[in-house]
């Protein structure tokens, strides 16, 4: 038994539905899979039911960007209560500042000569939150640019004319917030931060566990982030990173990760659980 545990649908920046991911996962023989959109939670209910359906085991998650010593890192939660008041209404900010980002993403194009409407990037994204991938789609769409790298090299990527900095929180928070919602955190694709030396800080700021295999980490690369969780002693994860077809075919399923690390998820979920619960109960 497997599982993918890294997963975006159309309520973020992927694009698939969360049917077409959940066919997708079957396809697979995946047993179980996780749903980590950007800063939402709203597809996980549909993504549940589907799962349902097929007869997959469903984890709802999210994924929060945040920062820890000038570092921008990525933050999965897993097992999270998708109705719980105080992460819909941090996430309802951070979209806020996504759809900000936006606008402010279109004032450069358009400052460069590039005849993009907010409006048409907004309708493109068609969710809550927004991000780049959406603008270099909308650029494609209007015969602006001829490719998504087209559009991130010449536009979208850092230090390039359109580049606005993305809103992060600490790391810190972001795994508070996990926590306080009843679920698990998770350093997504450490590999891509290069940031190792940040490890310890989030290992005291009680992060639970490190995304150690990922489509862009190398067998050596997710060694090295195993001997890591195992010396600080973090659960285990990983995920495919799939946002829809990546050069003619899904990436869903590329990353197998064995079931015992979801049964080792579900046992840290379950004490994360009971400690969110005595927390908001009432004094005696």
């Not at 992460?87 to 993403?105: M, Y």
């Not at 489509?215 to 690369?221: A, G, Y």
């Not at 990983?238 to 015992?260: A, E, F, N, W």
């Amino acid at each position: 038994m497997f599982a993918d545990l890294h997963l975006h649908t159309f309520f973020s920046d992927g694009t698939y539905s969360p049917e077409e991911m959940v066919s997708k996962a079957r396809q697979k023989d995946l047993s179980a899979i996780a749903l980590t959109d950007h800063d939402t939670v709203e597809g996980c209910a549909r993504t549940a039911a589907a799962c349902k359906t097929a007869g997959l085991e469903f984890i709802p998650g999210t994924e929060l960007t945040a920062e820890h010593d000038d570092h921008e890192l990525h933050i999965l939660g897993y097992f999270i209560d998708t109705l719980h008041p105080n992460l819909l209404a941090q996430i309802g900010k951070f979209q806020e500042v996504r759809q900000n980002r936006i606008r402010e993403i279109v004032e450069r194009l358009n400052q460069q000569g590039v005849p993009l409407a907010t409006e048409a990037v907004f309708k493109r994204a068609n969710c809550r939150a927004p991000g780049r991938p959406h603008v270099a789609r909308a650029l494609m769409q209007a015969g602006l640019c001829s490719s998504l790298d087209e559009a991130f090299e010449r536009f979208l990527k850092k230090n390039r004319p359109a580049w606005v900095p993305k809103f992060k929180i600490s790391a810190a928070d972001a795994i508070a917030l996990i926590h306080e919602a009843g679920g698990v955190a998770v350093w997504a694709h450490p590999g891509l931060s290069h940031a190792d030396q940040v490890i310890s800080g989030l290992v005291e700021a009680d992060l639970d566990g490190i995304e150690c295999f990922h489509t862009k980490h190398s067998t050596s690369l997710s060694e090295h982030y195993l001997e890591i969780a195992d010396e600080f002693d973090l659960l285990v994860t990983g995920g495919s990173d799939c946002h829809g077809m990546s050069k003619g075919k899904p990436l869903i399923g590329t990353i197998k990760l064995p079931y015992q690390h979801v049964e080792k998820l579900k046992t840290r979920a379950a004490e994360r659980s009971r400690k969110s619960k005595v927390l908001i109960s009432p004094q005696s």
